[in-house]
C-alpha cells in the first residue's frame, strides 16, 4: 500500500470456526447427565450416612447397604464434580 492509496473496506470479523462446533451440544449434555449423576450419588451418600448416625445414635444395627452406599457412592460423586471441575477448565482454557 502507498501513501496515497486508499485504505481497503473493512471485512466483519468471523470467529475462528472449531471443528468441534457440532458437539458443544453433545458435551453439554453429557456435563449435565455427569453432574445430575454426581449429584444423586452425592445425596444417596449423604442420607445413608445420615442413617448410620441415625442408627448409631438410637445403639441400633447399622444395615450393611447405608455402608457400603456410603463408602462407594461419595467418593464416586467427589470424583464426578472433580472431572466436570477440570473438564471446565479445560474448555475455558482451548476458548
Same mark, same amino acid.
Given at each position: 500500500? =502507498?501513501? $496515497?492509496?486508499?485504505?481497503?473496506?473493512?471485512?466483519? @470479523?468471523?470467529?475462528?470456526? @472449531?471443528? $468441534? $462446533?457440532? !458437539?458443544?451440544?453433545?458435551?453439554?449434555? &453429557?456435563?449435565?447427565?455427569?453432574?445430575?449423576? #454426581?449429584?444423586? *450419588?452425592?445425596?444417596?451418600? *449423604?442420607?445413608?450416612?445420615? #442413617?448410620?448416625?441415625?442408627?448409631?445414635?438410637?445403639? !441400633?444395627? &447399622?444395615?450393611?447397604?447405608? &455402608?457400603?452406599?456410603?463408602?462407594?457412592?461419595?467418593? =464416586?460423586?467427589?470424583? *464426578?464434580?472433580?472431572?466436570?471441575?477440570?473438564?471446565?477448565?479445560?474448555?475455558?482454557? $482451548?476458548?
Amino acid at each position: 500500500m =502507498i501513501p $496515497d492509496e486508499p485504505a481497503p473496506a473493512p471485512t466483519p @470479523h468471523k470467529p475462528p470456526q @472449531h471443528p $468441534d $462446533d457440532g !458437539g458443544t451440544e453433545r458435551s453439554s449434555g &453429557v456435563r449435565r447427565v455427569i453432574l445430575g449423576l #454426581a449429584v444423586a *450419588l452425592a445425596a444417596i451418600g *449423604l442420607l445413608s450416612l445420615a #442413617a448410620i448416625l441415625a442408627t448409631a445414635f438410637l445403639q !441400633g444395627a &447399622v444395615w450393611p447397604g447405608f &455402608v457400603l452406599a456410603t463408602y462407594f457412592c461419595l467418593p =464416586i460423586a467427589f470424583l *464426578l464434580m472433580v472431572s466436570l471441575v477440570v473438564w471446565s477448565a479445560i474448555s475455558r482454557r $482451548d476458548s
